[in-house]
């Protein structure tokens, strides 16, 4: 314990704002900046407030977790409401997305706009020398500057999330349990008898929960209905009720199978017309057309400024949790680059990140186009 304490920076009194959920992560969070010196204020954030009383927000019961945590803590307690910001930064931004056709991830820009704009600028604003939250990722200075390493605990990292940070943002964050393994920061909370310390992780959309995906996106788009076709023979194979409610790659939730004379093999979504309102689908999950050599993105975020060497070899995701893929990196400038893999990569997906690696330390990346 003495150990994992001391590869976090002495607070000597200064003041930290630590961004609390009511999950574990960053209940150890503040425990752990409390035990090393800093002056620890918990900032608990809402940000949604469209039907926050039913079942799938729990903004209720995570404030109760956090002030129960504070108590034990002995920590101070701040609640501030960004639903606003987050509505204009974030939400109308995954609505024009979703519309476009794309399948866009709330989660990176969540975290650009929200938890490290807006919240780290209210905590500036309060006397902070810090924020910290419970993000499994890790930051060192090197060479004069900032840079964003994975998480020791690699079946937790997030660093994918928060590759859109830049130098000022990380200068003045700190994430405490990014050399933590998720089992040992459990323990340290049950040692420390925090009341969650046994909470299950959450896994909804950034801020709204977890909730039937299809019938809250209906809410805010109307349905456009449209043929589904088999891309290879371009037959007619069902009917969906539009297409930001599918994403490349997806199986489920066609309603396609078991037709007659075809191989029993799952569907699986290849395209999307936008155009002509079609879903193109193709069956077997290595189907060529969910293979891609290569990609493009644009709307890129470097980390330190720089962008990546052409023809270095590098690794990339193109989604949460895949393995690291080898890659080059080309025909980099200010828009757009090009990322060619060394092997074809499944379900490319427009409006994801693609994140670039060299080794540990997360160069930033784009959004695939």
């Not at 810090?130 to 997030?158: N, S």
């Not at 069902?238 to 029993?264: C, F, N, S």
Request: hydrophobic share 35%; net charge negative.
């Amino acid at each position: 314990m003495q150990n994992e304490i001391e590869k976090i920076e002495a607070g000597q009194g200064r003041t930290v704002v630590v961004g609390m959920s009511g999950g574990v992560d960053s209940s150890v969070t503040a425990l752990l900046l409390k035990q090393r010196g800093w002056k620890v204020v918990g900032l608990f954030m809402k940000n949604w407030e469209d039907d926050d009383d039913s079942e799938f927000c729990s903004t209720r019961q995570d404030l109760i977790d956090v002030a129960s945590v504070c108590d034990v803590i002995g920590v101070d307690l701040e609640v501030v409401n960004f639903s606003a910001e987050y509505k204009d930064r974030v939400f109308a931004e995954f609505l024009r997305e979703y519309q476009a056709g794309r399948t866009p991830n709330p989660d990176v820009l969540c975290n650009a706009e929200i938890k490290f704009k807006a919240f780290l600028d209210h905590a500036m604003g309060l006397g902070a020398e810090r924020i910290a939250t419970g993000h499994y990722a890790q930051v060192r200075e090197f060479q004069g500057k900032m840079q964003l390493l994975k998480a020791e605990d690699g079946t937790k990292d997030q660093s994918y999330f928060l590759h859109r940070l830049n130098q000022a943002q990380l200068q003045n964050t700190m994430f405490p349990v990014g050399h933590l393994y998720k089992r040992d920061l459990r323990r340290i909370a049950e040692d420390a008898k925090l009341p969650n310390f046994a909470k299950k992780d959450s896994t909804g959309i950034c801020f709204i929960g977890e909730r039937p995906f299809r019938e809250f996106l209906q809410r805010y788009l109307p349905t456009q209905p449209g043929e589904i076709r088999n891309l290879d023979t371009d037959k007619v194979m069902g009917q969906h009720q539009g297409l930001m409610y599918h994403t490349i790659g997806q199986r489920d939730g066609l309603g396609i199978g078991g037709v007659k004379g075809a191989p029993e093999l799952p569907w699986y979504v290849a395209q999307k017309d936008m155009d002509k309102n079609v879903l193109y689908v193709v069956q077997g999950h290595d189907h060529p057309a969910l293979l891609k050599p290569s990609l493009k993105a644009q709307d890129l975020a470097w980390v330190a400024g720089d962008a990546p060497h052409t023809q270095w070899v590098y690794n990339a995701k193109t989604r949460y949790r895949q393995p690291d893929a080898p890659c080059e990196v080309e025909r980099v400038d200010d828009k757009e680059c090009e990322v060619v893999f060394a092997q074809p990569q499944w379900a490319v997906t427009p409006g994801q990140s693609v994140v670039i690696y060299e080794s540990t330390v997360c160069l930033g990346g784009g959004i695939i186009v």
